[in-house]
């Protein structure tokens, strides 16, 4: 009798949460719209818009390198497996051309799309819900201007029980703030303008910030350094390695292209340089007087750094194939920065100088900017490994790193995600 009452219990209890857990989970969908009998916005709407989606990356993430700016399908390696962006243009089957501004709205700041299905946090909605009602109306204006593409979204590749999107009802509870940016008083208004662009639309803690095991941001380590798609996103604050202070001044140049003292983007982080170029100048001196309110003073070494004698393979390589352009102390170290104030030598890990070596830099189609050769075909693991062993030990200033040759093979082998 008392075991029948036990199982009777556990029953009722596994029924209780199960309830508890689908009422959390669950979300209305939201009524389709006719596009055909949607007046089209404003051009002054789009403009706005235009201008927010360009300081949010959503072309980035949302095209596929041979796709058609906003189709998705383009894939976003994590440490949980790899995730599609979806189509965001206004095809009303495959995109969002059925979706009214609420339903848009609710996506942004709830993370959950048209039909009530939860969305992956890898679309920062944890960063879009701070945006106003306002500037969230002028990106749908834009996106809904566009041109439909009809581009079918691939299936993400999750484990069980990722791929069950009820449980990010879970995940949601314990992470995701929604509200409103507040701005702070005693600040300037240029401070706060930034403050609001970086942390709510240019969403730049998603990848300069530490996550917990759950992917969550560790938001008291806020830009403490992250990890995106097998690269390191550099600490902003008070734990940047960067050996020249990053001021206001500094960060705008980097932002628009490059900086003297820390060069040009690689990586992730060169399309968003991209876009910023052709941003706002006012937004982006906005961002910029944020970010660079958050630097430490820096150690600010020689840029004409001379290495030492000694370094084996690594001096030999380096020699052969990186001193004409980066040894500082000549008219053509122009065309690299000097290695001593490169964050990529300075950094806490090896990956982004491996990403660099063996990819190189190249600007966009059409476009000036760094240039630095690839060098994945010429050297293999041992060498490249050797010469990112050697540059730290000359260049860096900080502890040896480890497992730079297994980090090497990873990173070819496209299995370095975090």
Not at 36 to 47: L, T
Not at 388 to 403: E, H, K, Q, V
Request: charged fraction near 20%; proline fraction near 9%; aromatic fraction near 8%.
């Amino acid at each position: 009798m008392n075991m029948r009452r036990f199982l009777l219990g556990l029953v009722a209890l596994v029924v209780i949460v199960g309830a508890g857990t689908v009422a959390l989970a669950w979300r209305p969908a939201m009524d389709p719209i006719d596009p055909a009998a949607v007046s089209p916005p404003d051009s002054a709407r789009i403009a706005a818009g235009a201008r927010l989606a360009l300081m949010g990356d959503c072309v980035v993430c949302h095209t596929r390198p041979d796709g058609k700016p906003y189709s998705g399908g383009a894939p976003l390696p994590t440490p949980f497996g790899t995730i599609y962006a979806t189509n965001i243009t206004p095809d009303p089957d495959t995109g969002i051309g059925r979706w009214s501004e609420a339903a848009f709205r609710r996506a942004m700041r709830e993370g959950v799309d048209r039909k009530g299905s939860h969305l992956y946090p890898a679309f920062p909605y944890d960063h879009f819900t701070r945006m106003t009602d306002e500037d969230i109306g002028a990106v749908y204006a834009f996106l809904m201007s566009r041109e439909p593409v009809r581009q079918e979204t691939p299936r993400n590749q999750l484990p069980f029980p990722l791929g069950f999107r009820p449980v990010l009802a879970g995940w949601k509870l314990l992470f995701l703030d929604t509200g409103p940016f507040r701005t702070v008083a005693g600040q300037s208004a240029e401070w706060n303008r930034g403050a609001y662009l970086a942390e709510a639309v240019a969403h730049c803690g998603a990848c300069h910030t530490p996550r917990n095991r759950l992917g969550a941001e560790q938001r008291d380590k806020a830009y403490a350094g992250g990890s995106i798609e097998g690269w390191h996103a550099p600490a902003l604050n008070r734990d940047a390695t960067a050996p020249v202070p990053w001021t206001a001044d500094r960060v705008f140049a980097y932002l628009r292209g490059v900086d003297p003292q820390h060069g040009a983007a690689a990586g992730p982080m060169a399309p968003v340089t991209h876009n910023l170029a052709r941003a706002d100048e006012a937004d982006v001196r906005a961002i910029a007087a944020y970010i660079g309110s958050m630097a430490p003073p820096g150690r600010a070494p020689s840029a004409a750094a001379v290495p030492s004698a000694s370094g084996g393979a690594g001096n030999a390589i380096y020699a052969a194939a990186c001193a004409s352009c980066h040894r500082g102390d000549g008219p053509i170290a122009a065309r690299g920065v000097p290695l001593a104030l490169s964050s990529a030598v300075t950094g806490p890990d090896p990956r982004n100088l491996i990403h660099i070596v063996l990819d190189g830099i190249h600007p966009e189609v059409g476009e000036a900017g760094a240039i630095m050769p690839g060098f994945a075909a010429a050297m293999t693991d041992a060498q490249i490994a050797a010469l990112a062993t050697y540059l730290r030990s000359a260049f860096g200033g900080g502890p040896a790193w480890t497992d730079v040759e297994g980090t090497v093979r990873r990173i070819r082998q496209g299995k370095e995600t975090s």
